[in-house]
């Protein structure tokens, strides 16, 4: 075994920026190069990031914002400040996308959740801890998906992936 040409993969890889677009406010255009979104350009809103963490304050200000970069073969979103660089992680943005998507879980993927666990609506709703009533207004998109709901299914896919 030598260091030089053995790997050892755990789980997925991490993922890498190929380009990143300023479209205004704290929102970016990126491609991902590798990781499970790789050949994907979707826009991300880093907004709620750059609020809640006090390492990004100086991002607040979007001419600032604008001013960021790829940087380390795009494993980080770099701005230069004269205190020295603010970074953001690759998977950091790649976890902002993730959570933005539990904002707007559509039926139909409500619906994927349900078939692929093989669940009638009683038992999404116990797996849920919700109302059976509500399980019937979701998949009919009668009523939008709280992100609430959207977390919970996220959360069961991965307790069940790690139990297997």
């Known amino acids: 075994m030598s260091a030089d040409t053995?790997?050892?993969?755990?789980?997925?890889?991490?993922?890498?920026?190929?380009?990143v677009e300023h479209l205004?406010?704290?929102?970016?255009?990126?491609?991902?190069?590798?990781?499970?979104?790789?050949?994907?350009?979707?826009?991300?809103?880093?907004?709620e990031a750059v609020?809640?963490?006090?390492?990004?304050?100086?991002?607040?200000?979007?001419?600032?914002?604008?001013?960021?970069?790829?940087?380390?073969?795009?494993?980080?979103?770099r701005w230069e400040t004269s205190r020295g660089p603010v970074e953001m992680a690759a998977t950091m943005v790649e976890h902002a996308v993730e959570m933005s998507a539990l904002d707007h879980m559509p039926a139909e993927a409500f619906r994927a959740w349900v078939d692929r666990h093989g669940f009638t609506?009683?038992?999404?709703?116990?797996?849920?801890?919700?109302?059976?009533r509500l399980v019937a207004y979701y998949?009919?998109?009668?009523?939008?998906?709280?992100?609430?709901?959207?977390?919970?299914?996220?959360g069961y896919d991965s307790i069940t992936r790690s139990a297997a």
């Open 24 to 47: 205004g406010r704290h929102t970016v255009r990126v491609t991902w190069a590798e990781g499970p979104r790789a050949g994907i350009t979707e826009d991300v809103d880093l907004g």
């Open 139 to 154: 998949l009919s998109g009668e009523k939008e998906i709280p992100r609430t709901v959207a977390l919970a299914c996220a």
């Open 51 to 77: 609020l809640r963490y006090r390492a990004f304050g100086v991002l607040r200000d979007e001419g600032f914002f604008r001013s960021g970069q790829l940087a380390e073969n795009g494993n980080v979103l």
């Open 6 to 19: 053995d790997f050892v993969v755990a789980g997925e890889p991490m993922p890498v920026i190929a380009a």
């Open 121 to 132: 609506y009683d038992a999404a709703a116990d797996a849920l801890g919700i109302a059976r």
